[in-house]
C-alpha cells in the first residue's frame, strides 16, 4: 500500500522538536518514503516512494524569496541552533532563504539530509541520526 500525505501528516503531527526526528524518519521510511525534498521557497514537499513517485504537500506558507549567494558558514550557525530545538520550523525556513538554501533532500536510504541552492549545488550533506 502506498502511503498518503495524510499518514506522513499523522507521522509529523508528533515532532515536537529535534530530539523527536529520528522517530518521525523511521516512521516515514516504514510507511515506505524513500526520499523526499523540500522546497524552501513555499514549503511544498515532495515524498517518493521506492519507485519513485511522488506525492506532494502543496505550498505551506507565502514565498519566501531566496538569497542569491550561499552563506555555507552562516547556515551551519543556524542549522545548529534548530537542531538544538532554539528555532521553530518557520525560523528554520526563513534562515535557508537568507542563507541561499532553495530546498533539502532526505534520503531514507543512505539515510543523508543534503542542502542544495538555486543552482541544485549541494552545500551541505549531513548523516542524518537513526
Known amino acids: 500500500m502506498k502511503f498518503t500525505i495524510e499518514d506522513i501528516r499523522s507521522a509529523h503531527q508528533k515532532v515536537k522538536s529535534g530530539a523527536d526526528f529520528p522517530e518521525y524518519i523511521q516512521t516515514i521510511k516504514k510507511l515506505g518514503v524513500s526520499h523526499y525534498i523540500t522546497h524552501v521557497t513555499d514549503g511544498n514537499t515532495e515524498y517518493f516512494d521506492a519507485d519513485n513517485e511522488p506525492s ?3 505550498g505551506k506558507y507565502e514565498n519566501l524569496s531566496i538569497a542569491e549567494n550561499a552563506d555555507i558558514e552562516h547556515f551551519k550557525e543556524r542549522l545548529k541552533l534548530h537542531q538544538q530545538g532554539e528555532t ?3 525560523t528554520f525556513c526563513k534562515d535557508c532563504a537568507e ?3 532553495v530546498g ?3 534520503d531514507l536510504d543512505l539515510m543523508t539530509c543534503t542542502y542544495f ?3 541544485e549545488t549541494e552545500i551541505l550533506i549531513e548523516n ?3
Do not use: F, L, Q
Request: glycine content about 16%; hydrophobic content about 35%; overall charge negative.
Open 88 to 90: 521553530d520550523y518557520m
Open 99 to 101: 542563507n541561499g538554501v
Open 117 to 119: 541552492d538555486a543552482n
Open 104 to 106: 533539502w533532500k532526505m
Open 56 to 58: 506532494h504537500t502543496g
Open 128 to 130: 542524518i541520526p537513526g
